[in-house]
T-cell receptor, first 110, second 116 residues
Framework: GNSVTQMEGPVTLSEEAFLTINCTYT??????LFWYVQYPGEGLQLLLK?????DKGSNKGFEATYRKETTSFHLEKGSVQVSDSAVYFC?????????FGSGTRLLVRP | DTAVSQTPKYLVTQMGNDKSIKCEQN?????MYWYKQDSKKFLKIMFS???????INETVPNRFSPKSPDKAHLNLHINSLELGDSAVYFC???????????????FGPGTRLTVL
């Protein structure tokens, strides 16, 4: 079936470091792909999305490119901040529902 | 103004009890969802409703019964609570029907249910 695999955390970085969180998916058809973020004690919110191959989603300095050939949607940020500490979910949009990866916890130290 | 709200935020109860969680969205969206997040942060959809009609029921036990009195509300009633029901339950909504899987979903703050 359809699924999403993302790198296990936690990922611990120093402030201003470069971030990559890997995500790959298995799917039939052409899904939409999302990154959702969950800050401590809060609900999830959309970080960025891409709805077709080669689209690049971006928001708040984060970027991810929909790569159909490698079935990937890796999340990157050039310089992380302490306020980016959160759990990041790679998500696949299928008929009527979202399928979530297991989440990657990011901890950014000052 | 809160877009998607849930009550209560915390719910602690004994095994065997019946409880409800309420969800309301003021975004004018057509579709609402319930998700369960376990202790390892894994999120899984339970139900979705589009214009008060059930669209998805992801093999959730019959003890869980969603009810949508109108488009803006989707409540979750749980009978005979079990220890394994302890989790954080999130409500969400989206503008479209969700058919294409491309709609952004807006999440509530979650309800942490603890069954003792």
């Amino acid at each position: 079936g359809n699924s999403v695999t993302q790198m296990e955390g936690p990922v611990t970085l120093s402030e201003e470091a470069f971030l990559t969180i890997n995500c790959t998916y298995t799917a039939t058809g052409y899904p939409s792909l999302f990154w959702y973020v969950q800050y401590p004690g809060e609900g999830l919110q959309l970080l960025l999305k891409a709805t077709k191959a080669d689209d690049k989603g971006s928001n708040k300095g984060f970027e991810a490119t929909y790569r159909k050939e490698t079935t990937s949607f890796h999340l990157e940020k050039g310089s992380v901040q302490v306020s980016d500490s959160a759990v990041y979910f790679c998500v696949y949009g299928s008929s009527y529902k979202l399928i979530f990866g297991s989440g990657t916890r990011l901890l950014v130290r000052p | 103004d809160t877009a998607v709200s849930q009550t209560p935020k915390y719910l602690v109860t004994q095994m065997g009890n019946d409880k409800s969680i309420k969800c309301e969205q003021n975004l004018g969206h057509d579709t609402m969802y319930w998700y369960k997040q376990d202790s390892k942060k894994f999120l899984k959809i339970m139900f979705s409703y589009n214009n008060k009609e059930l669209i998805i029921n992801e093999t959730v036990p019959n003890r869980f019964s969603p009810k949508s009195p109108d488009k803006a509300h989707l409540n979750l009633h749980i009978n005979s609570l079990e220890l394994g029901d302890s989790a954080v339950y999130f409500c969400a909504s989206s503008q479209g029907s969700g058919l294409a899987g491309a709609d952004t979903q807006y999440f509530g703050p979650g309800t942490r249910l603890t069954v003792l």
